[in-house]
């Protein structure tokens, strides 16, 4: 029976593929890609064939519905983004949604997300915690800040190397200077990075050096909060 399938892909070590996204990618009749280019070189990898076509957020709103009548009439279909999980800050939540509000069977196969060793890797509480992907750029940002600083949660944020010793000085003027927090960068890949500290210090730590790759950023949730 035709379907979505929704399938992650390495954030950085090609190696971390697993079989069955390969063999859903193989037999799927067309691959929806975030980045054609991208997702290219894993399929040469791999030695898959299958056709694909563009998915990303710049379309995703005026492709969705042409999608789900495709998958309706009997094509089965593969979602990818560059990286990681579709949906989970990238592309896809807008198809998944159209699916399932028309009938359309949706499977996601278990795989990468980078937050999850990040959160791992840094120490920090990991029995509950709020994922907020990307702070607002600018408008919203401060008021989604006053927010936060009281939740006891610890915070998974992701952030561009260019803007993260700006959120780390912001953090730490909002949450505090000592609330400790991790740097991952590069997850996977030859130059990975996790660094532990207070705000403060990371800001300090990141402004003396060039940073590069995708960022993912941990952050002690409020302590001593009366209930």
Not at 79 to 100: E, H, K, M, N, Q
């Amino acid at each position: 029976m035709s379907k979505l399938y929704i399938v992650p892909t390495p954030i950085g070590n090609l190696d971390d593929m697993t079989f069955r996204a390969i063999k859903i990618l193989k037999e799927v009749d067309l691959i929806l890609a975030e980045d054609t280019r991208t997702t290219g070189v894993l399929l040469k990898k791999f030695e898959i064939t299958t056709r694909m076509s563009s998915h990303h957020k710049f379309n995703e709103h005026q492709t969705s519905m042409s999608i789900v009548g495709r998958i309706g009439a009997g094509e089965t279909m593969a979602l990818v983004s560059d990286a990681g999980t579709p949906a989970i800050s990238d592309p896809g939540f807008y198809l998944v949604r159209a699916c399932v509000e028309n009938g359309i069977e949706v499977e996601t196969l278990p795989g990468a997300v980078a937050f999850v060793p990040a959160l791992v890797n840094s120490g920090l509480p990991n029995d509950r915690f709020c994922f907020e992907g990307f702070l607002p750029l600018k408008k919203g940002r401060q008021t989604r800040l006053n927010e936060l600083k009281t939740e006891k949660r610890t915070l998974i944020f992701y952030e561009s190397p260019f803007r993260l010793v700006k959120t780390l000085t912001q953090l730490a003027e909002y949450f505090g200077a000592d609330r400790k927090a991790s740097v991952s960068r590069e997850l996977s890949k030859l130059f990975e990075e996790n660094k532990r500290g207070t705000l403060v210090e990371l800001a300090t730590y990141f402004s003396q050096k060039t940073v590069k790759g995708e960022i993912v950023l941990v952050v002690e949730g409020m302590q001593n909060i009366a209930e």
